[in-house]
């Protein structure tokens, strides 16, 4: 599986952005994830998505940014509202296989278990 990242720009603070993570096949049974990385920092984790469709938010983009995933268009997003100039940061996509049952939330692995990763989108918050 290809994953293509889409979306990133500048916006100024308070704005908002859509990230697409587009698969080049069926994403049926894949988890979708997004990490950021901020150059000279590690990749950390934003957020998941199980393929049941429950979701999972690092404490910093709880409430403002939302993921979701259309799987018709093998894509996942990335809702990124109220914005703020500590989001600057290259944002990639990643899935998994790994099974969740029921509700179960998604639980991010260390960025280097990943096999499935797109290539990177940056985003850039100005005030």
């Known amino acids: 599986v290809q994953l293509q990242a889409s979306g990133g720009g500048s916006v100024q603070v308070g704005g908002s952005l859509r990230l697409s993570c587009t698969a080049s096949?069926?994403?049926?049974?894949?988890?979708g994830i997004w990490y950021r990385q901020v150059s000279g920092k590690q990749r950390e984790f934003v957020a998941g998505?199980?393929?049941?469709?429950?979701?999972n938010y690092e404490e910093f983009a709880e409430g403002r940014f939302t993921i979701s995933r259309d799987n018709a268009k093998n894509t996942v997003y990335l809702q990124m509202n109220s914005l703020k100039p500590e989001d600057t940061a290259v944002y990639y996509c990643?899935?998994?296989?790994?099974?969740?049952?029921?509700?179960?939330?998604?639980?991010?692995?260390?960025?280097?278990?990943?096999?499935?990763w797109g290539q990177g989108t940056q985003v850039t918050v100005s005030s």
């Open positions: 096949g069926n994403i049926v049974s894949l988890n």
């Open positions: 990643a899935a998994d296989r790994e099974f969740y049952g029921g509700s179960a939330i998604y639980t991010p692995q260390a960025p280097s278990e990943y096999v499935y």
């Open positions: 998505i199980t393929a049941g469709g429950s979701t």
